[in-house]
């Protein structure tokens, strides 16, 4: 379906280059909060529940029906009329019924005789998933100065990898983190994994032993946030930069329409404008650039985590496959060389074993001519 033409079409903010069905359109979160909450009733998204009596009137109310119609429904649609086993007889979950009639449970039993057929169970990263759910998941705080108030809005954003990552850069998210209205977007930014932090600046071929005294990240302090046609610059450290200047006074000098600046650290999710499923940027690092898409914006809810303190709070993580060594093929990648006589490629990935047998002798000495630097995979956020 096209775009709606800004020109006839008055009531849209869709822009004609936009696809109409992949984003919303633009709206204020804290707006957005306060018309739910002003159309929902308390009770609709209050943290307490309600007493089972209290839910059998207010169901058969909204449905219109009588309680004895409640009544009936619920004794005909009860989890007991599935039962295959005794009423007094406690059943093992994980054992499915040899003579079983229902299909959910041949399905099961199918799944379950794969599952036993296959070498490998869950890997350490599906466990890794499976944890931070358990441990998330209704969860509430001890103190509660630190449960997230009722009404609270949540979002769900995915962040993906730099543009410079070849696989998958465009397609699956490298984490995917839940974030409350009232978090700033200085509190995502240092929620955002990104192995470039992590890089370590300089040759090192002379002294690989020296312990580097900085990462990109202690360095290169300077990023920004664009959404909706305003620059959120990163003003925390007396080393920030506003690198989105350049930016905007290019815009400027080829008829752009102006953009407009504010501090991330300042900033709040409730108080942004942005359309759900639009593609916005983070940039650090000087060029280093991820797209930012918020998938969803909803109220808080019983099952939600209610620790404030467990927020940003980590949903997904992709995997990444790791770089190994070019000589052993076993080991992780901890040194890149380039115009290594020793390497068979240009640049070349040593892992430190293999980097130190091939380029130092026994009391340490460089051997030969190359150039050597630190080197941090990407699967180190695995």
Known sequence: ????????????????????????????????????????????????????????ANFAAEMGISAETLSDLKSI???????????????????????STLRTLEQRKKRQDYRASLKVSKNRHDLYADELERLTVGRKPEAMVDMVPEGEVILTINVYYSVTFENFSTARPHVTLLMTGSHSLAELRDAICCVSDLQVCGEFSHTPDMAPEFISKDLYKSAFFFFEGVFYIDMRYPECQDISMTVIEWAKS??????????????????????????????????CEHLVIITDVRLTHANDCLDKKLYPLLTHKHRVTTQKCAVCHVYIG????????????????????CFRMLHYDAEGNKIGDFMAYPYVDRGAFN
């Not at 159309?39 to 007493?51: A, C, G, H, V």
């Not at 953009?259 to 650090?284: I, N």
């Open 334 to 353: 901890r040194w890149l060389t380039t115009n290594d006589q020793f390497a068979a490629s240009d640049p070349c990935l040593f892992c430190d074993k």
């Open 254 to 287: 080829h008829g752009f329409p102006p953009y407009s600046q504010a501090k991330m650290e300042d900033t709040r999710f409730a108080g942004l404008k942005v359309k759900v499923g639009f593609p916005y940027l983070y940039c650090h690092q000087g060029d």
């Open 1 to 56: 379906m096209a775009a709606p033409n800004p020109s006839t079409d008055p009531n849209t903010n869709i822009p004609e280059y936009e696809y109409a069905d992949a984003n919303s359109n633009i709206f204020h979160i804290g707006s957005f909060r306060n018309e739910w909450l002003n159309r929902l009733k308390p009770s609709n998204y209050s943290y307490e529940q309600e007493d089972e009596d209290t839910f059998d």
């Open 77 to 99: 649609c009860s989890p007991d009329s599935l039962r295959c086993h005794a009423e007094d007889q406690q059943p093992d979950t994980e054992v499915v019924p040899p003579d």
